[in-house]
């Protein structure tokens, strides 16, 4: 059975960095894509970042372009998620989701998904 | 806002049937991408419940059934059971934003 648990979140200041991981298990970890979705307080879903097998194709939505960096280590069996210059809108539960593939390709969906990480950005 | 409209909440009876609407447009739905379907018990982590907008994963039971048309999406609930109770999150892949989305997600009550 597959378990992803994610760590890394925490109540930090607008402006700061987070860096969140997320531990794969009962899988062969380099044979999937990842993605990171996040659920703000009260709300929806929202995709975040998706990065396929071999990190050579990333992905991110606008709201966190050019702050967010997605990366994985096969050897670690571990997906990552650095967020720089958070704001308070970032303030979610940020779930790591795997896909049922090795590449993340628009017809795709998750399969699996970990509890989540709480982050909160305040002053 | 979500780029995919569900209503915020449905609620039936125990037996009956229910259904939650996702609606999109020409860029996601209406461009042909599948539509998935996630249940999120309270509390919990969303699972995945209808995948390519009709099947089922193992596991999943009969009553839960998927369908599309145009720029639309359902899901589709039947013989409703007490334990169907929580959020439901329809997910499609928009062309113009160039990003998996989400609908607002459907709480689902049983009366």
């Known amino acids: 059975e597959v378990h992803l648990v994610e760590s890394g979140g925490g109540l930090v200041q607008p402006g700061r960095s987070l860096r969140l991981s997320c531990a794969a298990s009962?899988?062969?970890?380099?044979?999937?894509?990842f993605h990171w979705v996040r659920q703000a307080p009260g709300k929806g879903l929202e995709w975040v970042s998706g990065i396929n097998w071999n990190s050579g194709s990333l992905d991110y939505a606008d709201s966190v372009k050019g702050r967010f960096i997605i990366s994985r280590d096969n050897a670690k069996n571990s997906l990552f998620l650095q967020m720089n210059s958070l704001r308070v809108e970032d303030t979610a539960l940020y779930y790591c989701?795997?896909?049922?593939?090795?590449?993340?390709?628009?017809?795709?969906?998750?399969?699996?998904w970990g509890k989540g990480t709480t982050v909160i950005v305040s002053s | 806002q979500s780029v995919l409209k569900q209503p915020p909440s449905v609620s039936g009876a125990p037996g009956q049937r229910v259904t939650i609407s996702c609606t999109g447009s020409?860029?996601?739905?209406?461009?042909?991408?599948?539509v998935h379907w996630y249940q999120q018990l309270p509390g919990a982590a969303p699972k995945l419940l209808i995948f390519?907008?009709?099947n089922r994963p193992s596991g999943v039971p009969d009553r839960f059934s998927g369908s599309k048309s145009g720029t639309s999406a359902s899901l589709a609930i039947t013989g409703l059971q007490a334990e169907d109770e929580a959020d439901y999150h329809c997910q499609s892949y928009d062309a113009s934003l160039s990003a998996w989305v989400f609908g607002g997600g459907t709480k689902l009550t049983v009366l």
């Open positions: 390519g907008n009709t």
């Open positions: 009962g899988l062969i970890f380099d044979d999937y894509a």
């Open positions: 989701a795997k896909v049922a593939s090795a590449h993340i390709v628009p017809a795709h969906y998750m399969d699996a």
């Open positions: 020409r860029s996601n739905i209406g461009a042909d991408y599948h």
